[in-house]
């Protein structure tokens, strides 16, 4: 009922920069969105988190991306974005967007789910 699709990862050298995004879009259900986040899985390791922003705008970030990238969101664009600067090799992974939804059913009762997207592939080189 809610997608979620991440774009703009490709591949960039080490101490360059990449702006991801996140689109969140509804297939009929009404719907709200509270914490979003983004989490990177290099080959054969665990899907990991890399930062978090609450509906109040409330940030996160992980100790190995502290300083170099940035989370926001545009509630009225249901959109979520990552600035990623200084860029390194071990930043590289599949990055995906996800989001904490909740559904509004049609007696007005709430539900709770977690909404993954495809993910975007980013690449530093040496």
């Known amino acids: 009922q809610v997608q979620l699709v991440e774009s703009g990862g490709g591949l960039v050298q080490a101490g360059g920069s990449l702006k991801l995004s996140c689109a969140a879009s509804s297939s009929g259900s009404r719907f709200s969105i509270n914490a979003m986040g983004w989490y990177r899985q290099a080959p054969g390791k665990e899907r990991q988190l890399v930062a978090t922003?609450?509906?109040?705008?409330?940030?996160n970030y992980a100790d190995s991306v502290l300083g170099r990238f940035t989370i926001s969101r545009d509630n009225a664009k249901n959109t979520m974005y990552l600035q990623m600067n200084s860029l390194k090799p071990e930043d590289t992974a599949v990055y995906y967007c996800?989001?904490?939804?909740?559904?509004?059913?049609?007696?007005?009762?709430?539900?709770?789910?977690?909404?993954w997207g495809q993910g975007t592939q980013v690449t530093v080189s040496s």
């Open positions: 996800n989001a904490a939804v909740i559904r509004t059913g049609v007696t007005g009762r709430q539900y709770y789910y977690d909404s």
């Open positions: 922003v609450s509906s109040g705008g409330t940030t």
